[in-house]
C-alpha cells in the first residue's frame, strides 16, 4: 500500500478514535464544561503576563503592544492547532509503560494516527479560540501597509507554525519511545517554543535566536514571516524571501519527524522496551 | 518524643518516593533551564525599558527568574504535590483508612509534602539555579546570614504552599471531582505566586493587593529575603501568619469532613 | 500437515539489557528471551502454550501479532511475516491481553463494538451477524449499554473477547484468559472457547497459568522455559515425559498399615489418611478399584500434579542430558 492510502488510513483511524474520546469526555458533563472553562483562563493569563509588562512600559525590544499581539497571536494559534491535534502524545510513555502501547499495534491502522488521537480533548480549543481572539486585535491594530503577499503570509504562517509545531510533538514522542519517564523534555521545546515566540526575537541574545532559527527552526513559526510584514529588520539579517519560507521548513521538519517516529518505533519492535 | 519522629519518617518516604523517577527529575532540570532563559531574556528587556521596575536592578531581576524555576516543582506552583493523592484518596474512600491511623491528618500530609518539596528543590532546583548563577549576572548574596535567613524563608513557603494545596484537596469531600480544583490552583498559582512577573512589577492597586495574598509567601518573600530587599523578620511573620491561618482553616474544614465522613458511614 | 497456518523456525529474540553497576557505568547483557523455536500450528487447532513467568511466552505471542520483531529465524502467519505487514495481519487475527482491556472505559460496551466495526471495515451484515452470535454465546445482552468501568471483571473478559472476534479472525490468541475470573466465569469463556474451536474452525493459542485451561480445552500443548520448546504434544504426554505423579488421597474407616498398591507407593500417612504417589499416566480409576476392592474406603479424591512442578523436573532432566552429553564429549575427543 502507498504513502498515499496510509496517509488516508491514518486520518479514517485518527476521525473514528478522537471520535471515542469526545464521547467519554461528555459522559462527564461537569467536569467537561469546567475543563474547557479552566484551559480558557490558563491560556489567556499567559497573554495578561504580556499585558502586565506592557501596563508598565510601551515598548518591549523595540516593539509596541500590538506588534507582540502579534506575535502572540500567531504563535498561540499555530501551537493551539497542533496541540488539538496532537497534544496528548506525552501519554505515550505512560502506554509503553504500562503495556498497552501493545494493544494499538495489534489495529490494522497506522500506529502513529492511533497515538495522536489518544486522549484527543476538546477543551483544547481554547487555546485556539485565545490565540485567535488576539491575533485579530493584532490584525486591526497593528500599523501596517497591507499588500497581497503580507494577508497571504498570515494564513501561511499559522498552518505551517501549527505544522511546525505537530512536527515537534511527533518527534517528542519517538524520544519518549527511548525515554518514556522523560516526557517533560517535550514541554521545554512545545510549551517553551510557544513562549519564546510570544516575544520579538530583538529580546533574545543573537545565539538563541540563531539556534532557533537555523538549528530548530522555530523562528519560521512566526518572528520571521511576522518581521516581514510588520517592516522590522530581522536580527540576523535574512534575506526578504526567507518570510515565504516557512511552509518548506515546514514540510522538511515533518519530514523528519516522520523519520524520527519510524526510527523509534523500529526501535520498539526490535528491543520491546 | 516517638511522633516527632512518625513524622520524620513520613516526611523521608516522601523524599524518597520522589528520588527514584530519577529520568523525569533530569527532564525537569532541562525543562525549567530552558523557561528560565526564556524568561531572563523577557525581563531583562523589560528592565531595559523601565529600570528599577518594582524597585528590583536588572540582576535581581534576573535572580527572581532562576528562584522561580527553582521553586515551581518545590511549591508545586502549578500542583501535582501531596494534594494529588490526597484527592484521589478522598475521591475513591480510602481516606477512611487514613482517619483510623493513629497520626495526624494534617501533620501526616504535611511531613510527606514537605519531604517531596525538599527533593524537588535539591534534585530540580538547584541546578537552573546554579546554571543561572553562572551564565547570566545574578544578584546573590554574601553574607551567610543572608543565605540562612532565604532558607528559613523557603520552609515557611513550603508550609503555606501545602497548606493552601491542603484547602483545596479537601474540597473533593464534597466536590467528588479534583478537576475543577486542580484548574483553579494551577491558575492562582501561577499567577498570584509571581511565576509570570515579580509580584512588585504588578500596577497600582492590583500590586498592593497581590502582595498580601498568601501566594505572595511563596516565591517573593524568599527572593526579597535572599537579596535583602525587605525585613527578613517582617517577612518570616507574613508568612507565619499566612501558615497559621491556613493551616487552622485546614483544621476546621478537615473536621466538618470528618464528621461527613462518619454521618455517610464510610 | 498442508493446512500449516502458523510457521516458526528458529525464531530468536534477543534483547539488549542494560544494567547499573556503577555511578555512571553500565553493562550490557544480551538476553535471549527466545531462543531458536520451531514449531507448526495446523488451521482448527486449540494450542496451549504454557511456561513460568519470564519464560518467553509473551514475547513469542508478540512476535506471532508482529509487535515485536524477531531478532532471527523466520515466522510466517497465515503466510505472513507478521512484523513486516503488521495491519495487513491484524485483519486476520484476534488479540485478547487478559489484564489489559480493549475496550473503552467509560463509553457503553456497545460503543467499542461500533468502533470495531468500522475501524476493521466490517460489513454491516456481518458485523450484526456476528454481533449477535456472540452476544448470545457469551450472554452479554443486558450488557451492552452499560458503560465498561462498571462491569465485573470476567463480564469484561467476555466483552473483551466479543470485540476481539467481530471481523472474523481465523486465529485467537489469548493472554492469560481466565486469569482472576470467578469459577462460572471461567467455566463460561471455555465453553465458548471450546464451540469457537469446533464449530468455526478458528485456530486458538492460549497462554495461561491454569492447568485446567489447558486439560478442558487443548488437545496441544507446548512448555517454553528459558526461551526453549521443552516440549510439544498432547498433555497426556507431558506427564510421561516430566514422569509426573498424580496423588491419590485416601480416607480409611480406621487407622491402617500402609496400602500396597504397586505401581502407587504411599507418600504420607496422617490417621486413617494416606497419600497415595502414581504415575500420571496411570489410569486412576483402575487403582481406585483395587483400593476400593480390597481396603474399607470412606472417601478418596485425585489430585493433578502442579505444572510447575512438572516443568522443573523436565528442565533439570535436560540439564542433566546436556552435561552428560558434553562429559561423553569430552570422552570421545
Redo the contacts between chains.
Keep these: 500500500m502507498g504513502e498515499r492510502h496510509a496517509l488516508a ?1 491514518g486520518l479514517r ?1 485518527y476521525g ?2 478522537a471520535g ?1 474520546w469526545v ?2 469526555s461528555m ?2 458533563r ?2 467537561f464544561v ?2 474547557v ?3 480558557l ?2 491560556t489567556a ?1 499567559d497573554f ?2 504580556i499585558l ?2 506592557f ?7 523595540g516593539w509596541s503592544l500590538p506588534e507582540v499581539a502579534f506575535l502572540y497571536g500567531l504563535s498561540a494559534t499555530a501551537f493551539g492547532i497542533a496541540d488539538l491535534v496532537l497534544g496528548s502524545m506525552d501519554v505515550l510513555g505512560g502506554r509503553i509503560r ?3 502501547f ?2 494499538l ?6 500506529v502513529l494516527a492511533q497515538v495522536g488521537a489518544d486522549h484527543f480533548a476538546l477543551r483544547r480549543l481554547g487555546r485556539i479560540t485565545q490565540g485567535a481572539v488576539v491575533l485579530g486585535y493584532a490584525l486591526v491594530s497593528v500599523d501596517v501597509d497591507w499588500s497581497a503577499p503580507k494577508v497571504l503570509l498570515v494564513p501561511v504562517m499559522v498552518v505551517s507554525g501549527a505544522a511546525i509545531f505537530s512536527a515537534l510533538f511527533v518527534a517528542g514522542a519517538a524520544f519518549q519511545i527511548f ?7 517535550q ?3 512545545t510549551y ?1 517554543g510557544t ?2 515566540l510570544q ?2 526575537p ?4 543573537k545565539d ?1 535566536v540563531r539556534g532557533v532559527t537555523f538549528m530548530l527552526p522555530l523562528a519560521f513559526v512566526n518572528w520571521v514571516s511576522a518581521a516581514y510584514v510588520l517592516g522590522r529588520p530581522y536580527p540576523i539579517g535574512l534575506p526578504s524571501w526567507a518570510a515565504f519560507m516557512s511552509p518548506l521548513v515546514a514540510a522538511a521538519c515533518c519530514a523528519l519527524a516522520g523519520l524520527a517516529w519510524r526510527a523509534g518505533l ?1 526501535s520498539y ?4 522496551s | 518524643m516517638g511522633s516527632g519522629r512518625l513524622y520524620l519518617a513520613v516526611a523521608a518516604g516522601g523524599f524518597r518516593r520522589y528520588a527514584t ?4 527529575t ?3 532540570v ?2 525549567n ?3 528560565g ?2 524568561l531572563v ?2 525581563y ?3 528592565w531595559d ?2 529600570p528599577h ?1 518594582g524597585g528590583y536592578d536588572q540582576a535581581q531581576a534576573v535572580t527572581y527568574v532562576w528562584l522561580g524555576q527553582c521553586l515551581y516543582a518545590t511549591l508545586a506552583i502549578q500542583g501535582g504535590g501531596a494534594e494529588k493523592d490526597l484527592m484521589e484518596r478522598i475521591r475513591t474512600g480510602e481516606i477512611a483508612v487514613d482517619l483510623y491511623r493513629p497520626a495526624d491528618l494534617q501533620l501526616w500530609w504535611l511531613a510527606g509534602d514537605m519531604g517531596r518539596a525538599l527533593f524537588q528543590m535539591l534534585g530540580r532546583g538547584v541546578i537552573p539555579f546554579a546554571f543561572g548563577a553562572i551564565f547570566f549576572p545574578m544578584a546573590l548574596p554574601t553574607a551567610p546570614s543572608a543565605w540562612a535567613a532565604c532558607l528559613v524563608a523557603l520552609l515557611l513557603a513550603m508550609v503555606v504552599s501545602f497548606a493552601i494545596r491542603y484547602l483545596a484537596a479537601l474540597s473533593v469531600f464534597w466536590l467528588m ?1 479534583g ?2 480544583v486542580n ?2 490552583l ?2 492562582t498559582g ?2 498570584f505566586s509571581g511565576m ?2 515579580p509580584l512588585n ?3 497600582g492597586v492590583f500590586g498592593d493587593i497581590v502582595l498580601v495574598l498568601p501566594w505572595a509567601a511563596q516565591i517573593q518573600m524568599p527572593a526579597d529575603v535572599l537579596m535583602g530587599e525587605t525585613d527578613p523578620l517582617g517577612a518570616f511573620a507574613f508568612q507565619a501568619a499566612w501558615a497559621v491561618v491556613l493551616l487552622a482553616a485546614g483544621r476546621l474544614l478537615q473536621s466538618a469532613a470528618t464528621r461527613r465522613v462518619v454521618v455517610q458511614g464510610g | 500437515m498442508d493446512d500449516t497456518f502458523i510457521e516458526l523456525d528458529g525464531v530468536e ?1 534477543v ?2 539489557v542494560r544494567k547499573k553497576t556503577g555511578f555512571l557505568k553500565r553493562e550490557r547483557r544480551q538476553v535471549r528471551a527466545v531462543d531458536s523455536i520451531s514449531f507448526t500450528v495446523a488451521r482448527g487447532e486449540m494450542v496451549g502454550y504454557i511456561g513460568p513467568n519470564g519464560a518467553g511466552k509473551s ?1 513469542t505471542i ?1 512476535m506471532l ?5 524477531p ?1 532471527g529465524g523466520r515466522l510466517r502467519v497465515a503466510g505472513i511475516d507478521p ?1 513486516r505487514e ?3 495481519l ?2 486476520r ?1 484476534g ?1 485478547v ?1 487478559g489484564q ?1 482491556t ?1 475496550l ?4 457503553p460496551l456497545i ?1 467499542s463494538y461500533k ?1 470495531m466495526h ?3 471495515r466490517i460489513p454491516d451484515a456481518r458485523y450484526r451477524e456476528n454481533l449477535d452470535r456472540l452476544v448470545e454465546l457469551l450472554d452479554l445482552g443486558v450488557l451492552l449499554d452499560v ?1 465498561v468501568r462498571q462491569l465485573s471483571l470476567g463480564q469484561r473478559m467476555r466483552g473483551d473477547i466479543a470485540a476481539a472476534l467481530l471481523h472474523d479472525p481465523e486465529v485467537l490468541y489469548l493472554d492469560e484468559p481466565t486469569i482472576g475470573l470467578d469459577v462460572i466465569s471461567k467455566a463460561k469463556v471455555r465453553e465458548f472457547l471450546r464451540e469457537l474451536n469446533t464449530e468455526r474452525g478458528t485456530t486458538v493459542l492460549l497462554t495461561t497459568h491454569d492447568l485446567q485451561d489447558i486439560e478442558q480445552l487443548c488437545s496441544r500443548v507446548m512448555v517454553i522455559d528459558h526461551g526453549r520448546l521443552m516440549y510439544d504434544g498432547p498433555l497426556v504426554g507431558l506427564h510421561e515425559v516430566g514422569e509426573s505423579e498424580r496423588t491419590l488421597v485416601v480416607d480409611l474407616e480406621r487407622e491402617l498399615p500402609p496400602i500396597e498398591a504397586a505401581p502407587a507407593r504411599v507418600v504420607k500417612v496422617e490417621g486413617p489418611r494416606q497419600w497415595l504417589a502414581f504415575p500420571a499416566a496411570e489410569s486412576a480409576a483402575v487403582l481406585v478399584a483395587r483400593i476400593a476392592a480390597e481396603y474399607p474406603l470412606v472417601d478418596l479424591s485425585v489430585r493433578e500434579p502442579d505444572i510447575e512442578a512438572v516443568i522443573a523436573k523436565m528442565y533439570a532432566e535436560q540439564a542433566e542430558k546436556a552435561a552428560n552429553a558434553g562429559n561423553a564429549g569430552k570422552a570421545i575427543s
Design positions: 488510513e483511524a473514528l478514535i471515542m464521547r467519554s459522559t462527564y461537569t467536569s469546567v475543563t472553562f479552566g484551559n483562563v490558563v493569563l495578561v503576563a502586565l509588562m501596563s508598565q512600559v510601551d515598548s518591549l525590544g504500562d503495556g498497552s501493545d494493544t499495534l495489534v489495529r490494522p491502522a497506522p525515554a518514556q519517564d522523560a516526557a517533560e523534555v514541554n521545554a521545546f517553551g513562549t519564546l516575544y520579538p530583538t529580546v533574545f541574545g538563541l523500529r519492535r526490535s528491543t520491546g | 523517577y530519577r529520568a523525569a533530569a527532564a525537569g532541562f525543562t533551564t530552558v523557561f532563559v526564556i531574556y523577557t531583562l528587556a523589560l525599558e523601565k521596575l471531582d478537576m475543577g484548574q483553579a494551577m491558575i501561577i499567577f509570570v512577573l512589577a504588578f500596577p | 529474540k534483547f539488549d514475547t508478540k501479532t508482529g509487535i515485536l520483531t531478532s512484523s503488521r495491519t495487513r491484524a485483519h487475527i488479540v491481553f489489559r480493549t473503552w472505559w467509560d463509553l460503543d468502533l468500522r475501524m476493521y458503560p
